[in-house]
């Protein structure tokens, strides 16, 4: 029997009242082209917003940020042809993760000169973890290292994703309120009050468009002003040519540069990111009416995220993750196909490829962006609360452990921006405690998982009986 024939016969289908089930090729192609690019739609909201929230910090000019936009759509598409048809084979859509904001955030703060520059160190520290990554994954490492990070370990990990950008919020947001709270308004009715289950699948794109009309409305008639806050200027999408070059295509930003702080403080995002789609294959797989993921297939779906991060690396992307956004959509469509996700895949390329969709994306203004800011790093810190639900809160040793690596992952990283570590004899170990201590997430994940693993407890109380 051949190994494409293993792969096959190793994910089981059950009669879970799906629609278009996961072998399923619906007809006619106008039906998947549909189905496609609703798909995109329902991901399209938080893979834009990585990027534009990092490319100001970046000091990005609107060419750049096309770049970078287009970059993004271009690795997710890739890194989605490598899952669905390499990894799990579940019709998982992977896109721009958030876990490593801070990551980023952090080697922006370390590296002078910010642009091209700052892009390039970036793209090395998402080559390096991702090839770790990829290891974790097809060596079978990630069964053994998932019995030491149980929910106590996770929930405050990734509460710190959403907590430690505290700073970046109402700043941003206040630069116009008017616009920036009809955003996080949008945000929080078509998640919680729309009585259209459709609707409630895109409530960050919903809100972006929205945002983005008020502040076109205002741009259009003389409110805002050019230079002003939430001002939309088309002269970018105007001047921007239709198609990428292609000698862009690779290392759009030069040759990725190297560096082993950097490498050790994007290491927590991506175990992050890992144990994330961790839960998400099962996921997955029980609302596509397919068998639970076997061992391999868990360790394939981790090794082919490596995989599909190393090419976002070398296009000159962000990190990618696989989206829960896309699992609620199968349950809600009942449309499992991978064939459906296949072409979702090669439409992202394509939209990676056309040069003006990452001029426009990049004319959304600061304070559309500062809203959703508002809106989604509570939700991602609450995320993180529901982590901690598993486990035994009201055990006093959860306490301690959670409670201190919080605290810590959000004070230690103060300390260090003020006292920097300075060793004249071991500068690269200076620079590794310097990157890691001013990553909240990376704090708060170092502490959390030695204070776990070293103090007793029971099974029940770390929630993983």
Same mark, same amino acid.
């Given at each position: 029997? &051949?190994?494409?024939?293993?792969?096959?016969?190793?994910?089981?289908?059950?009669?879970?009242?799906?629609?278009?089930?996961?072998?399923?090729?619906?007809?006619?192609?106008?039906?998947?082209?549909?189905?496609?690019?609703?798909?995109?739609?329902?991901?399209?909201?938080?893979?834009?917003?990585?990027?534009? $929230?990092?490319?100001?910090?970046?000091? $990005?000019?609107?060419?750049?940020?096309?770049i970078l936009v287009s970059a993004c759509f271009i690795a997710a598409g890739?890194?989605?042809?490598?899952?669905?048809?390499?990894?799990?084979?579940?019709?998982?859509?992977?896109?721009?993760?958030?876990?490593?904001?801070?990551?980023?955030?952090a080697i922006i703060a370390t590296v002078d000169g910010g642009g091209a520059?700052?892009?390039?160190?970036?793209?090395?520290?998402?080559?390096?973890?991702?090839?770790?990554?990829?290891?974790?994954?097809?060596?079978?490492?990630?069964?053994?290292?998932?019995?030491?990070?149980?929910?106590?370990?996770?929930?405050?990990?990734?509460?710190?994703?959403?907590?430690?950008?505290?700073?970046?919020?109402?700043?941003?947001?206040?630069?116009?309120?008017?616009?920036?709270?009809?955003?996080?308004?949008?945000?929080?009715?078509? &998640?919680?009050?729309?009585?259209?289950?459709?609707?409630?699948?895109?409530?960050?794109?919903?809100?972006?468009?929205?945002?983005?009309?008020?502040? =076109?409305?205002?741009?259009?008639?003389?409110?805002?002003?050019?230079?002003?806050?939430?001002?939309?200027?088309?002269?970018?999408?105007?001047?921007?040519?239709?198609?990428?070059?292609?000698?862009?295509?690779?290392?759009?930003?030069?040759?990725?540069?190297?560096?082993?702080?950097?490498?050790?403080?994007?290491?927590?995002?991506?175990?992050?990111?890992?144990?994330?789609?961790?839960?998400?294959?099962?996921?997955?797989?029980?609302?596509?009416?397919?068998?639970?993921?076997?061992?391999?297939?868990?360790?394939?779906?981790?090794?082919?995220?490596?995989?599909?991060? $190393?090419?976002?690396?070398?296009?000159?992307?962000?990190?990618?993750?696989?989206? /829960?956004?896309?699992?609620?959509?199968?349950?809600?469509?009942?449309?499992?196909?991978?064939?459906?996700?296949?072409?979702?895949?090669?439409?992202?390329?394509? =939209?990676?490829?056309?040069?003006? /969709?990452?001029?426009?994306?990049?004319?959304i203004p600061g304070p559309v962006v500062g809203g959703v800011y508002c809106?989604?790093?509570?939700?991602?810190?609450?995320?993180? $609360?529901?982590?901690?639900?598993?486990?035994?809160?009201?055990?006093?040793?959860?306490?301690?452990?959670?409670?201190?690596?919080?605290?810590?992952?959000?004070?230690?990283?103060?300390?260090?921006?003020?006292?920097?570590?300075?060793?004249?004899?071991?500068?690269?170990?200076?620079?590794?405690?310097?990157?890691?201590?001013?990553?909240?997430?990376?704090?708060?994940?170092? =502490?959390?998982?030695?204070?776990?693993?070293?103090?007793?407890? /029971?099974?029940?109380?770390?929630?993983?009986?």
């Open positions: 029997m &051949s190994a494409e024939t293993n792969v096959e016969t190793e994910i089981e289908t059950n009669d879970n009242g799906m629609i278009y089930g996961l072998d399923d090729v619906p007809k006619p192609f106008s039906k998947t082209l549909g189905l496609s690019i609703q798909a995109i739609l329902t991901m399209f909201g938080a893979t834009v917003a990585v990027p534009l $929230l990092v490319g100001p910090k970046l000091g $990005l000019g609107p060419v750049q940020m096309a890739l890194a989605t042809l490598v899952q669905v048809n390499f990894g799990t084979r579940l019709p998982i859509i992977q896109g721009t993760s958030f876990s490593f904001l801070a990551p980023f955030f520059e700052t892009m390039a160190y970036i793209s090395g520290a998402v080559i390096s973890g991702a090839l770790v990554e990829a290891f974790i994954g097809f060596s079978g490492l990630m069964g053994v290292l998932r019995k030491y990070i149980t929910p106590v370990v996770i929930g405050p990990t990734i509460m710190l994703i959403g907590l430690g950008l505290y700073e970046a919020g109402a700043p941003q947001a206040g630069q116009n309120w008017i616009i920036s709270i009809i955003v996080i308004l949008a945000v929080f009715y078509f &998640s919680l009050m729309s009585k259209s289950k459709k609707l409630s699948l895109f409530p960050i794109l919903i809100a972006v468009v929205i945002g983005y009309i008020v502040a =076109l409305f205002m741009t259009l008639t003389g409110i805002l002003e050019p230079g002003m806050p939430g001002y939309v200027d088309f002269a970018p999408v105007t001047n921007a040519p239709w198609f990428r070059d292609p000698r862009s295509l690779i290392f759009p930003w030069g040759m990725p540069k190297f560096k082993l702080s950097f490498f050790f403080a994007i290491l927590a995002a991506y175990l992050a990111s890992a144990i994330e789609s961790f839960g998400d294959y099962f996921s997955m797989a029980d609302v596509a009416g397919a068998s639970e993921p076997t061992t391999k297939q868990i360790n394939r779906g981790i090794g082919s995220e490596g995989i599909g991060c $190393l090419l976002a690396g070398l296009v000159g992307a962000f990190a990618n993750t696989s989206y /829960t956004e896309n699992i609620g959509l199968v349950g809600l469509t009942k449309v499992a196909s991978r064939y459906v996700t296949t072409v979702a895949a090669v439409l992202l390329i394509v =939209l990676g490829l056309f040069a003006k /969709t990452g001029a426009l994306v990049a004319t809106a989604l790093f509570g939700l991602i810190a609450a995320v993180g $609360l529901s982590n901690l639900m598993k486990a035994d809160m009201g055990s006093q040793r959860n306490q301690m452990i959670v409670g201190f690596a919080l605290f810590m992952g959000l004070s230690l990283p103060v300390y260090f921006g003020n006292n920097p570590l300075e060793l004249p004899n071991a500068q690269v170990l200076a620079e590794i405690v310097n990157t890691i201590g001013t990553t909240g997430m990376g704090v708060t994940a170092i =502490l959390a998982l030695i204070l776990d693993n070293v103090i007793p407890g /029971t099974d029940e109380e770390r929630g993983i009986a």
